[in-house]
């Protein structure tokens, strides 16, 4: 053996990383340290906000679940599906702003209560933007409350400007505000509910996934029980698995 090629290898006989390997190493380490970390941190604050606010934490389940059918409906990839849900589960998790006397009103809210509870899609999109590898899905929660129409909040984007993930959990979102057992709204049949939806296609929400949803409730049984816990428990697990494959 040459010396060059001794001075390549360990004592051990084994060839030495170049210094570009070791780099590249180390990044892909450091890289899966911080997604499971992230992932700890999502877990961590999901179970916070049920502890909370079992309502709202029920609320994100039951919208993780609806948008991600809606989103496996318009033949989206499997990426975008897991974004998708998980910004379906932390799109409300900035509530945690919010006094218990509005998380737990039964009343009507008052115009500056309102306006602090129209905060909260700025606050959840913070909080999730420190979530390494999660800055696509802190950018959708910020948007959900926009409308087509340009109307909507924070920052009044309209139609396509409205990122897609972000117009894929507002549909879902308005579903379940209006059938939920959590709702603060009046409760809803589904019919009713779909009806409601294609009403306000092509103004509050996206005209062709509002479309795409209601053939999809058509033909599966999808639903959430807001009175059972085990449903809670079942998106998470399913984003438990998102993450480890």
């Given at each position: 053996m040459s010396s060059a090629v001794a001075s390549a290898r360990t004592h051990s006989g084994a060839p030495l990383r170049s210094g570009r390997t070791r780099t590249l190493h180390a990044a892909r380490e450091r890289g899966e340290i911080d997604a499971v970390r992230a992932r700890r941190l999502l877990n961590a604050l999901l179970r916070s906000l049920y502890l909370r606010d079992r309502m709202t934490a029920r609320h994100s389940a039951a919208v993780a679940r609806y948008a991600h059918e809606l989103a496996v409906a318009t033949g989206a990839s499997v990426a975008q599906q897991r974004l998708v849900h998980t910004a379906g589960l932390l799109h409300d998790i900035g509530k945690f702003i919010l006094p218990d006397s509005i998380l737990q009103t039964k009343r009507g809210l008052s115009a500056k209560e309102w306006e602090l509870v129209k905060r909260h899609p700025a606050a959840s999109a913070d909080i999730v933007s420190h979530l390494p590898g999660y800055e696509q899905v802190a950018q959708?929660?910020?948007?959900?409350?926009?409308?087509?129409?340009?109307?909507?909040?924070?920052?009044?984007?309209?139609?396509?400007?409205?990122?897609?993930?972000?117009?894929?959990?507002?549909?879902?979102?308005?579903?379940?505000?209006?059938?939920?057992?959590?709702?603060?709204?009046?409760?809803?049949?589904?019919?009713?509910?779909?009806?409601?939806?294609?009403?306000?296609?092509?103004?509050?929400?996206?005209?062709?996934?509002?479309?795409?949803?209601?053939?999809?409730?058509?033909?599966?049984?999808?639903?959430?029980?807001?009175?059972?816990?085990?449903?809670?428990?079942?998106?998470?697990?399913?984003?438990?698995?998102?993450?480890?494959?």
């Open positions: 959708a929660i910020l948007h959900h409350h926009e409308r087509i129409d340009g109307f909507g909040y924070p920052a009044r984007l309209p139609g396509n400007e409205i990122p897609w993930i972000s117009r894929v959990i507002s549909v879902a979102d308005a579903y379940d505000a209006m059938t939920g057992r959590d709702s603060y709204s009046r409760l809803r049949s589904v019919d009713d509910a779909l009806a409601e939806l294609q009403r306000v296609a092509g103004t509050q929400l996206d005209a062709r996934l509002v479309e795409t949803f209601v053939e999809r409730l058509g033909t599966t049984s999808v639903s959430f029980s807001h009175a059972d816990d085990a449903d809670f428990e079942a998106e998470l697990a399913l984003e438990h698995s998102f993450a480890a494959g």
